[in-house]
């Protein structure tokens, strides 16, 4: 008999269940019974069982994370210095992001941007941010010479802009529409936030290049929701 925890429901609360649990992690769950009605006696010996009656309204999540945290406490993955990358990677995806493109120009004067979700703020006064260039981009000097760059924050209808930026192709910008405004550097119409920047600072670190920008000017749209990344995919907002 498996010592992971089962859980009875009123067949009512099957879809909540089911959600409830793809988002505690399936596996903990030895399984999801459903009673029909009035709750019933089901296979159940030597394992916890939980009772769920329906419509316990914002408490039923959490119950049910509760309880099976609790039941089949989870395995944490472990990564030490030197040990895999992948793992560092997986540990890292555990850090939800949003998306953005940064862009420049290149000494022609063409438009050069790449998917990156490394980006974060640094200070209000003085107002910069920053994104993390791999070393082995092929847009790394285009960046490096630069003396301007943007960051544009996607919106949640965005995610085809964002595989076109991170796919090597020739002319990211052919179907994309964008604008220029002081320094030259793109613009992406209708991003939900455009951070126009001045190289401030860049700082090797490791196999990327921190660049530091200073803000120069922003646009945000206050109404849209954010494409986000979390472990590996993308994914949006939901609220309960
Ligand atoms: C969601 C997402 C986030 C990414 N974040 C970064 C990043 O922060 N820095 C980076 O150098 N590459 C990042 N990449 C990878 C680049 O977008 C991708 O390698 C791109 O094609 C590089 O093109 P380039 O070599 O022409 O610069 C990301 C890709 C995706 C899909």
Redesign the pocket.
């Known amino acids: 008999m498996s010592s992971r925890p089962s859980i009875l429901c009123a067949a009512e609360s099957r879809d909540r269940v089911v959600q409830a649990l793809s988002g505690a992690g399936p596996s903990l769950a030895a399984a999801v019974i459903v009673a029909g009605g009035e709750a019933v006696e089901i296979e159940a010996f030597g394992a916890p069982v939980l009772v769920v009656a329906p419509d316990q309204g914002e408490a039923f999540d959490t119950a049910v994370v509760g309880f099976l945290e609790k039941a089949a406490p989870r395995e944490a993955l472990v990564y030490h210095s030197g040990s895999d990358a992948r793992t560092l990677r997986d540990a890292l995806g555990c850090f939800a992001?949003g998306?953005?493109v940064?862009t420049t120009r290149d000494g022609e004067g063409l438009p050069?941007g790449?998917?990156?979700?490394?980006?974060s703020a640094v200070s209000l006064d003085p107002p910069l941010i920053l994104?993390?260039?791999?070393k082995?981009?092929?847009?790394?000097d285009r960046f490096r010479t630069a003396e301007h760059f943007a960051i544009n924050v996607l919106h949640i209808g965005q995610q085809p802009t964002?595989?076109v930026?991170?796919?090597?192709t020739e002319d990211?910008f052919q179907d994309v529409a964008w604008e220029a405004w002081d320094t030259g550097a793109p613009i992406l119409s209708g991003a939900l936030a455009s951070f126009e920047c001045a190289t401030h600072e860049v700082v090797e670190a490791g196999d990327?290049l921190v660049f530091i920008g200073r803000v120069l000017r922003a646009r945000f749209e206050p109404r849209r929701d954010p494409l986000l990344?979390f472990r590996g995919k993308?994914r949006r907002l939901h609220f309960a």
């Open positions: 992001t998306v953005t940064v050069v790449l998917t990156a979700n490394s980006f994104f993390c260039l791999a082995s981009s092929s847009n790394l964002s595989g930026f991170a796919r090597s990211r990327h990344y993308y």
